[in-house]
C-alpha cells in the first residue's frame, strides 16, 4: 500500500510590532498596575481575606466563601499579585505572583510549626523574601495610607503645593506615550512672572513667596482637571494640556494672561502699573517636538523669545520647531 504523505501547513508569519507597540505596552503596563493597585487597596482593609486566600478559612463568614471563590477564578494570576501587593506594596508580574504567593504560604506553615504559633502571613512574607528570596530590601511595608502621603509630599512642591519638576517630567513623558498611543496632540505651556526679581527686591522675599502661592492657586483654578500644573523652578509654571491643540492653547493662555491683570496680582508701582506680569511659551506634540526634551527646549525658547519682545505676551515656539523636525528627518 503505497503512504499518504499529508503535506504540513506552513504557519503563519507574525507581523512586525508597528512602531507604536512598545508605546501600547507602556500604556498596558501603566494601567494594570494602576488596576492592582486599587486592588489590593481594598485586599489590605481585611487581613482575613489574605489570610483566606492563604488557606485559613475560618475568620472568614461562610457565606462569603462562594464570593471569594468567584473572585480567585475571575482574577487568575493577577489575584496574587493584589495579594502580595497588599503585604508588601510591591509588584509581582503576574507570571511569578502565584509561585511566590504558594512559596509564602508554604512558609508560612513551616514557621508556624517552629515557633508553635500561628505566624501572620506579613511576618511570613518579610521572613521569606528576607531568607528565601533575597528581595526584602526594596520593599515598603509602610500601611496604603502613609504610603499615599508619603508620595503625595515626595511629588508635591512645598511652597504653592503644586506638583514639583520630578512629577512634571515624568508626567510629560507618560501624556507623551498616551497621546502617542491615541493620535492624540499635546501641548505644553510654559508660564514665568516678568520683573519678580524687582518684585522680590523692592518688598522682599516673604511678600514674593506670598505672590507665587497665589499665582499657584489662581492657574490651578484656571485650568481643568485633567490639566497639569507644576512648579517648574523659582518664579517659572509649567502646565500640560492634554488633548489640546495649539490654537487652543493659545485661548488658554490668552485667557490667562487677561485674568492675571483683572485680579491685580501684587503690589502697584504706582497707580496705573503693575509691577509683574505674566510671558507665555507654548510648544506643541508633534509638531513642535517629538520628545519631552524637545517640547521643553521649544515651550523655553518661546517663553524667552516673548520676553524679549517686551514681556506681558504670548510666543508659539514654530520658528525652532521646523529646525527640530528637518533633523528628525535626517536621523529616520
Known sequence: MKKTITAKTAKPKKKPASKGTKSTFVIQDFSMLQEERDFARWLSKDIAVLDYFAGKTEKVPRELWITLETLR????????VGLLYALTHKYFPPKDARKNWDDIVQHKTK???????????KVAVLDYLETQNGKSKDLQLLPEDDLDNLMLFANRDGLTGLHNHRYFQERLRYEIVRSERYHHILTL????LDRFKKY??????LKGDILIREIATFLKLSCRQSDVVARYGGDEFAIILPETNSQQAL???????????????????NMNTHLVSLSVG??????????AEELINTADTALYRAKRNGRNCICHGKRLVRTLARRIKKRT
Not at 505651556?189 to 514665568?192: A, G, H, K
Not at 493662555?253 to 508701582?269: E, H, M, P, S, V
Not at 507654548?282 to 520628545?291: L, W
Request: proline share 2%; net charge positive.
Open 73 to 80: 477564578i475571575k482574577k487568575g494570576k493577577a489575584l496574587y
Open 111 to 121: 514557621l508556624s510549626q517552629q515557633l508553635k504559633r500561628d505566624v501572620s502571613m
Open 189 to 192: 505651556l510654559f508660564v514665568d
Open 200 to 205: 522680590n527686591d523692592t518688598y522682599g522675599h
Open 251 to 269: 485661548f488658554v493662555a490668552t485667557r490667562l494672561n487677561k485674568t492675571f491683570q483683572d485680579y491685580n496680582f501684587g503690589y502697584k508701582l
Open 282 to 291: 507654548i510648544a506643541s506634540y508633534p509638531k513642535d517636538g517629538f520628545f
